[in-house]
């Protein structure tokens, strides 16, 4: 390990990166570990070569939510597109009865408010991460998850603007007395805030490859609306990649929620795993630029100290 310190992660916590990484038993463990980088806090290095083209791991989230655009088109569990035919267009839909199951909790508890008027604030404002504040509350008043279960990711420290402007729970008052967030005492602004500034630099959008001409069309239309991906979700291993403009890992997601970590190019065992969180063709003051208002930090990879 020449490039990175190993990070002493409370026993509790390393049980729930492994448990949320899926790392199957019977597979051996993936190729890294996670340490201190010297410019950017915690990473993820390789633990031996890595080929180009590997896939380094998979994960599922911890918390997804479809966008307002797709609500109606993709599982509601696992974000995979369904077919439109036969569709309810105003139907929550499950691609199997396994995604039912897994959603059962969660979603009795999210069928007891009436959303609409919540989706309907998201979409005027263009909100996309309240979805999954809603979805990860329903989780906790399930007993899914407990309230912390997000606590190890990094927060980012929001100004009074950030949180105002979208304020679920302001939202979620004018709901009247079904309100599911004062139903538990735990689940406070103060949790609120915890969570959604996690969150924010944190969720990852869910993007499937290009498709057929259909495909083609409605996300063009999406995008007149602002949001064409499937969804959003938060995991916690990729969560601790950090970014760089010249990356040598790419996430990619093919038909579900569940994201793939392939190496972009051979990895050197102690090097760390980086992904872009940005569009790279950008120009260096338009990266600084976004990665600075977007996830409030100022980059400092290779590529960026260079000024390429
Ligand atoms: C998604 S987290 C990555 C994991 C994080 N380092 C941790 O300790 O949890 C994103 C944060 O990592 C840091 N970071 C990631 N990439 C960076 C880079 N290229 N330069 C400087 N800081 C970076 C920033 O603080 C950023 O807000």
Redesign the pocket.
């Known amino acids: 390990m020449s490039h990175c310190r190993r990070l002493g992660l409370g026993f509790q916590k390393l049980q729930t990166l492994s448990f949320l990484s899926s790392f199957s038993a019977s597979k051996s463990p993936p190729p890294i570990v996670v340490g201190i980088s010297h410019?950017?806090?915690?990473?993820v290095f390789a633990t031996r070569r890595i080929d180009a083209g590997e896939l380094i791991h998979t994960a599922e989230p911890i918390v997804s939510h479809p966008s307002l655009y797709s609500l109606y088109d993709v599982c509601y569990c696992c974000l995979r597109k369904l077919s439109k035919q036969n569709a309810n267009s105003n139907a929550l839909r499950f691609c199997s009865k396994q995604c039912e199951n897994q959603s059962n909790n969660f979603f009795e508890v999210e069928k007891k408010a009436d959303w609409s008027r919540f989706h309907k604030y998201c979409r005027i404002q263009g909100l996309k991460y309240p979805l999954l504040v809603k979805r990860l509350a329903s989780k906790v008043i399930s007993g899914v998850f407990s309230p912390g279960v997000l606590d190890i990711?990094?927060p980012?420290m929001l100004s009074v603007e950030k949180i105002s402007l979208v304020s679920i729970l302001r939202v979620l008052n004018s709901l009247g007395k079904r309100l599911l967030f004062y139903d538990l005492l735990v689940l406070t602004e103060e949790w609120y805030t915890g969570v959604l500034s996690r969150i924010r630099?944190?969720s990852f959008r869910v993007e499937y490859p290009g498709g057929s001409y259909d495909d083609l069309i409605s996300s063009a239309a999406a995008s007149v609306e602002g949001e064409a991906a499937a969804g959003n979700a938060v995991y916690m291993l990729p969560?601790?990649?950090?970014?760089?403009c010249d990356p040598n890992v790419n996430i990619i997601w093919v038909e579900n929620v569940d994201a793939k970590l392939k190496a972009l190019r051979e990895i050197q065992a102690g090097e760390e795993l980086r992904i872009c969180y940005i569009d790279a063709s950008m120009d260096y003051e338009a990266r600084q630029t976004v990665l600075l208002e977007g996830?409030?930090?100022?980059?400092?990879?290779l590529r960026c100290m260079s000024k390429d």
């Not at 410019?39 to 990473?43: D, H, I, L, W």
């Not at 996830?295 to 990879?301: A, L, S, T, V």
Request: glycine content about 14%.
């Open positions: 410019s950017a806090g915690r990473g990711l990094q980012e630099i944190n969560s601790l990649y950090n970014h760089d996830f409030g930090f100022r980059c400092k990879c």
